[in-house]
């Protein structure tokens, strides 16, 4: 083999070396270049401020904008509370639910194989392609009066739908995907000889998981955690078309935000949304600070 052909062989398996390197963390001179970064902070920062500043300054001001003691009012309110406490109940039991699900479904589909296991994975990620109105409608279709279960359910004194059980199930729905799909990638990339040879070893079944299989997916864990979490306290859609709108039973705060806004009480309105805006930047920031230590971590290893 020639020279010639010699490297190039290697630079299609490593590149150019520390050439392929330069390229990526020298930065770049000319004016063309900086002329297209600044364009694209720009683009970056008017549609962060449009999109993302703006609107919360305006769930701020709108919220503030009869005082104190309005906001007070507002937030202290019977209804209020009771929706607060809903959709704490849901955000936590479908946390919860998918959490251990999760979990249980990226072992499955990690360490074992078997047919049917692609399809599987797919029809986890269902809630993601469905639009969350078509997901109460069918809970309506299914668990309602009308629906296939409907006699059973009435004939059990058990009641779903328009209740705080069919509001819980329809949070889980749509969170379904959220903890799965963090955990299983960084599972699936871990493989399995560590476990199968803890095994060989005499250790159990439970100590193997604890010991091995934790600690490489705790941060992936936390993260689909904290996204799940994220997404049910903010659900609309199937929650809206599912809990029937009772106010002070089956109401969750978005829900009570519409309500009030559709009574021209915006300024209450407002100030029930600034509760959600406040839980997201909570739960922002943990996002934050578990990606910040998952980077330390991996740094130190």
């Known amino acids: 083999m020639s020279e010639k052909k010699k490297k190039s062989f290697e630079q299609d ?14 930065t770049h001179n000319a ?9 694209l902070i ?17 769930v701020a001001v709108n919220a503030l904008k009869e005082g104190w003691a309005a906001y007070r009012e507002a937030v202290s309110d019977e209804y209020t509370i009771k929706a607060f406490k809903l959709t704490l109940i849901a955000m936590v039991t479908a946390t919860v639910v998918n959490t251990i699900f999760g979990i249980f479904a990226s072992y499955l589909l990690s360490k074992f194989y078997f047919r049917g296991r ?23 279709l299914t668990f309602g009066n009308i ?36 955990i299983f990638p960084v599972m699936n990339a ?19 998981f604890l010991r091995i299989t934790f600690p490489h997916m705790k941060w992936a864990l936390l993260y689909g955690v904290i996204l799940c979490a994220a997404r049910a306290m903010g659900e609309f ?5 599912i809990s029937g709108h009772l106010r002070g039973k089956t109401n969750t705060l978005p829900l009570h935000v519409e309500i009030l806004y559709n009574e021209f009480n915006t300024t ?28 330390t971590k991996q740094k130190q290893t």
């Not at 004939?155 to 705080?164: G, N, Q």
């Not at 859609?237 to 078309?241: I, T």
Request: aromatic share 10%; hydrophobic share 60%.
């Open 13 to 26: 398996i490593t590149g150019d070396g520390i050439n392929s390197i330069k390229k990526v963390v020298e």
């Open 31 to 39: 004016a063309s270049d900086g002329a297209i970064k600044y364009v």
């Open 42 to 58: 720009g683009v970056c920062v008017v549609f962060l401020f449009v999109m993302l500043v703006l609107p919360l300054a305006v």
């Open 118 to 140: 692609e399809l599987l994975a797919s029809l986890i990620d269902i809630p993601l392609s469905i639009s969350p109105v078509i997901a109460g409608l069918v809970f309506i």
């Open 147 to 182: 629906g296939w279960m409907g006699d059973f359910l009435k004939s059990h004194d058990i009641k779903i739908v328009f209740a705080v059980p069919g509001v819980i199930l329809a949070t889980i729905f749509v969170t379904f995907p959220f903890v799965f799909r963090e």
């Open 190 to 208: 871990q493989g399995k000889e560590e476990e199968e040879a803890a095994s060989l070893m005499g250790a159990g079944g439970f100590t193997i």
């Open 237 to 241: 859609g199937a929650v809206s078309v």
């Open 268 to 295: 209450a309105a407002f100030a029930v949304s600034s509760i959600l805006v406040l839980l997201a930047l909570l739960i922002l920031a943990a996002r934050n600070i578990v990606e910040w230590k998952a980077e």
